[in-house]
């Protein structure tokens, strides 16, 4: 009768060091030694993390729930805070606005930052300049750049107007930023002009980075520009593309200075997003404790959006 010489798993980890009783490896000193340098590495940038970003994320949720003026005592009311948002008509308000411009900007800033792109790849006379140019405006300062454009929208002298009356078209200038219904797509246009850089740079890197034997192939196939587009260029640049339309989702959901130096929210609140509600309850109205819950729900807004989009969406490597 033949014996069964097979070693159990139990008396394989036993007899292997390292192993355990699930039969994987476990962390012996030596291991543990040569790591210990690259956590070294990483642990500066780990306590900045904790420091700047966990701390306050985890103080603001305490302060959401005490009603606090900036000085004096804190005191406790619990989720009262976050009940009074509820009945809050201008949160509602912010709220919205928020969400179009987090629908609205991404769109044009990306699509117009993929044409550009794939503009620029095809090598189009003066390309180098094209390029600089539309990136220029990613390097100001989003003040300069609300200023700017604040100078040009003003009723009686702006550059829109000026040139809306000298062509002869008065009946079609605008009070651009007093008038309710043209404000917040006044204010929108900034973004887009200044952030479309960024997504062309980006999606021009990914577009180059394929092989010219594709589209070598693909030109002999016959195919035209379009096609090209459809068929070739945008399935293998999906990966950036969703990417780089999330970052523009996260970066439109929280903005604040173009509100803040073009309209002040106004008018009638027609402006109103959360970043600038957050900055005018908190700094100029002095209720920290509000102020501080509507940056928890800020957050979690953002949080929400950007898991539900990467779940949504998926991201996968693409190989040549």
Not at 55 to 67: A, G, N, V, W
């Amino acid at each position: 009768m033949r014996r069964n010489l097979r070693p159990s798993p139990s008396s394989t980890s036993a007899a292997l060091p390292g192993l355990g009783s699930s039969g994987k490896k476990q962390p012996t000193l030596f291991h543990i030694r040569k790591a210990l340098p690259w956590y070294l590495f990483i642990a500066p940038a780990s306590l900045m993390l904790l420091a700047l970003l966990a701390y306050p994320l985890i103080d603001t949720l305490r302060l959401s729930l005490f009603k606090w003026g900036g000085l004096g005592p804190q005191t406790f009311v619990g989720l009262r805070n976050f009940v009074k948002l509820f009945g809050d008509e201008i949160f509602w308000l912010a709220l919205r606005n928020s969400f179009i411009f987090a629908i609205v900007v991404p769109f044009f800033t990306v699509s117009l930052g993929l044409f550009l792109g794939v503009a620029i790849s095809r090598r189009l006379k003066g390309w180098q300049i094209y390029r600089i140019a539309f990136f220029i405006p990613v390097m100001m300062s989003g003040v300069v750049v609300a200023t700017l454009w604040a100078n040009m929208f003003e009723f009686n002298h702006g550059l829109f107007n000026t040139v809306l009356r000298g062509i002869g078209l008065d009946g079609l200038a605008q009070n651009w930023l007093g008038d309710r219904n043209v404000a917040l797509i006044s204010v929108m246009l900034v973004p887009i002009w200044q952030s479309v850089g960024f997504p062309m740079i980006v999606l021009l890197a990914a577009i180059e980075g394929i092989p010219q034997d594709m589209h070598d192939a693909a030109t002999m196939d016959g195919v035209n520009e379009w096609q090209r587009i459809w068929g070739l260029i945008l399935p293998l640049i999906k990966p950036v593309l969703a990417s780089i339309t999330m970052l523009s989702i996260i970066g439109a959901m929280k903005v604040f200075d173009l509100v803040l130096v073009m309209t002040k929210g106004g008018p009638a609140f027609s402006t109103q997003v959360l970043g600038y509600y957050l900055f005018e309850t908190a700094f100029r109205s002095g209720d920290f404790g509000y102020g501080s819950a509507i940056a928890v729900v800020m957050f979690m807004v953002v949080f929400v959006i950007a898991y539900g989009y990467v779940r949504g969406v998926r991201i996968e490597s693409v190989e040549y």
